[in-house]
């Protein structure tokens, strides 16, 4: 067993020269390190947080925010080992094929793959983040058994299924940090240091490849790792910092030659009770509010645009889900009265429900992250998120909505009444999914993107990207799954290339 | 000349029939003159689909509340043409077959009821 070296104790000066150096203790940075485990490379982890929550070292996090609202840039990630996982909420879903493609109607869409590429790694990544047996998709039939689903007529939505982790058979999600630690610990080619924060990528006089990445500790210690390859994985706000910060050799940032680096920020907005559902027959299955233990895979419905619908309607990925009872006001019921009467249906027990969802948003280089004149107490600039959301991105779910109220009455089950329609409606129900996505894009084009089709920062030879902040486009599907299977991706990669 | 004498029973009788008449008389339109009685409009022929036109009313005030430039006439032409030796259930489902969703106070209903229920507010 290795202990975790505590990064403070560190000599300054010391130059640490790994294989494989992984900056940041996320699920991407401890997934590349477990991947990584009995290869003949020599790799070193560096998380600047503990094993637990510290506030001084959260501190590091703190940015500004303009825009649209948005959760405080160090209330939204968390920085010990484990990063996000410490507060995700578990939710998994593979990304769709449509996902990867270039849509016409999707300003800057499409992936340098298709889903092919990582479905490969989606079994590994499933395991990783304990969400149990592949299921998904796969539970419409068996969950029909348990409890007939709210019916809908044939259109663009579909039931799809979310899928949970749960660490350990608990019902946490897997805090990837707690619950990978002793694993880590058992890694023999791996060093991983806590309190380890990188300040600076120190790249060679030709800005060809990465010299050095600088690590400096809250009490002051200061020493550098020279390796062979370096992958940044702290997160698409900290990576895009970490590159645009360091600035002496390239006056952009790292890999910024072409002006790209924070910009294409994304997160999933997650307005709430966009809609009430109407289920004519009255109560509907437990199983579409608390997720439903299917032979060892939690799940829990969502609806879904099908991929034809999101092609013919123009929209987006979304996953709409239904969360309370909710009482009908006189409008409601005179609604739910005249319809259910004119279609021929009793609804003398008709159930009313709030019902929320995950949006796609569609990429925006003027979303973005860029460096202030503040700094912390490391030296290094801090943030300023500009957040934006356009309305074209409220209509688009609106549609799908739309289509969905229309399945139910041609099934006859249900109706719907949309409560959002003015964009200050939308912004006041707005939450977010903290899945910070797209400082980094790939695309094989370095006049489109940060990052190839590896992962590997264009124009340098031994610098990558994990994690979320390369996705080109963003799904409605939650990211650590994805981001987990894109990871072990880069492990294949980084063991055929370093051989 | 003796006239003849209607009997005690054939009086008793007679009065219970008529009792008995009238009093099924008054059950079969009692409710009519108890329920809701409306003006007569240009466009009771589609009113009368209305299963409740009550609710149905309230649901169109909505309506016609955001669509000040409503023309009832306009409306109800339209309806006719789809209510063509077609009843309401046949409309309904070519409504929503064919994607005319209309939205009321955010409901979404088959355009056709939206424009019955508009109608219906008066």
């Known amino acids: 067993m290795n202990a975790f070296i505590d990064a403070r104790a560190i000599p ?3 130059i640490l020269q790994p294989d494989v150096a992984i900056i940041g203790g996320g699920p991407a940075g401890i997934t590349l390190a477990l991947a990584l485990a009995q290869t003949p490379l020599k790799v070193m982890l560096f998380e600047s947080g503990g094993m637990e929550f510290d506030a001084k070292t959260q501190a ?12 405080p840039l160090d209330a939204s990630r968390m920085r010990y080992l484990g990063g996000g996982s410490n507060h995700w909420g578990g939710w998994c879903r593979p990304l769709d094929p ?56 044939s259109g663009g939505v579909y039931t799809s299924w979310f899928q949970f982790s749960r660490q350990r058979d608990s019902v946490l999600p897997t805090h ?111 199983y579409y509010f608390n997720a439903y233990d299917l032979n060892g895979a939690l799940v829990r419905p969502a609806f879904a645009p ?44 008709a159930k009313a429900y709030s019902v929320g969802c995950g949006l796609e948003l569609e990429p925006d280089p003027e979303r973005r992250v860029t460096l202030t004149s503040d700094r912390d107490i490391l030296g290094l600039p801090r943030l300023k998120l500009s957040n934006l959301i356009s309305d074209s991105d409220f209509a688009r779910y609106r549609m799908t909505m739309r289509e969905l109220g229309r399945q139910l009455l041609a099934a006859r089950s249900g109706m719907m009444r949309l409560n959002l329609k003015s964009r200050e409606g939308w912004l006041a129900a707005l939450d977010w999914g903290d899945h910070h ?8 084009d ?17 610098l990558y990207v994990s994690g979320s902040g390369v996705f080109p486009t963003y799904s409605a599907s939650n990211p650590t799954m994805n981001l987990v299977a894109l990871t072990l991706r880069l492990a294949d990669h980084l063991k055929r290339e370093m051989r | 000349m003796n006239q003849p004498r209607l009997s005690r029973r054939t009086m008793v009788a007679s009065g219970g029939i008529a009792a008995a008449l009238g009093a099924a008389a008054l059950g079969l339109t009692l409710p009519r003159w108890l ?34 430039s409503f023309s009832a006439r306009a409306a109800a032409r339209e309806l006719r043409q789809r209510f063509e030796q077609r009843d309401l259930a046949e409309v309904l489902d070519a409504d929503i077959r064919e994607g005319r969703i209309a939205e009321i106070g955010g409901w979404l209903l088959p355009d056709s009821l939206a424009q019955l229920c508009t109608l219906a507010a008066g």
């Open chain 1, 12 to 14: 300054t000066g010391t």
């Open chain 1, 60 to 71: 590091l996090y703190a940015g500004k925010v303009a825009g649209v609202s948005y959760l």
């Open chain 1, 98 to 153: 449509i996902d990867f493609e270039r849509r016409d109607w999707v300003r800057y869409s499409g992936w340098p793959f298709g889903i092919r590429e990582l479905q490969p790694y989606f079994r590994r990544a499933q395991a990783l983040v304990e969400a149990g047996p592949w299921s998904y998709d796969r539970s419409t039939k068996p969950m029909a058994e348990v409890a007939e689903p709210l019916a809908l007529g």
């Open chain 1, 176 to 286: 990837f940090g707690e619950r990978y630690a002793s694993d880590l610990k058992r890694v023999a080619n791996l060093k991983l240091f806590l309190h380890a924060n990188a300040t600076h990528l120190s790249l060679a006089p030709n800005a060809a490849r990465l010299d050095h990445c600088e690590i400096s500790t809250l009490n002051g210690r200061k020493f550098s790792v020279k390796a062979r390859a370096t992958v940044l994985a702290l997160g698409a706000i900290e990576n895009a910092r970490l590159m645009l910060a360091s600035r002496d050799v390239a006056s952009g940032g790292v890999g910024n030659g072409n002006d790209l680096v924070g910009r294409f920020f994304a997160d999933h907005p997650i307005p709430r009770d966009t809609a009430t559902l109407v289920s004519f027959a009255g109560d509907i299955p437990g």
């Open chain 1, 306 to 349: 099908r991929d034809d619908f999101k092609r013919n309607s123009k929209v987006l990925g979304s996953l709409t889900t239904v969360e309370n009872a909710v009482e009908l006001d006189e409008v409601g019921k005179a609604a739910v009265i005249t319809t259910a009467l004119s279609l021929g249906v009793d609804a003398s027990n």
């Open chain 1, 437 to 444: 996505l797209g400082t980094t894009r790939m695309h094989v």
């Open chain 1, 446 to 462: 370095p006049k489109q993107g940060v990052v190839d089709a590896d992962s590997k920062v264009h124009g340098l030879s031994n």
């Open chain 2, 35 to 68: 329920s809701h009685r409306y003006a007569p409009t240009p466009y009771d022929d589609l009113l009368a689909t209305l299963v409740d036109r009550e609710q149905a009313a309230r649901l169109g005030a909505v309506a016609r509340a955001s669509l000040p």
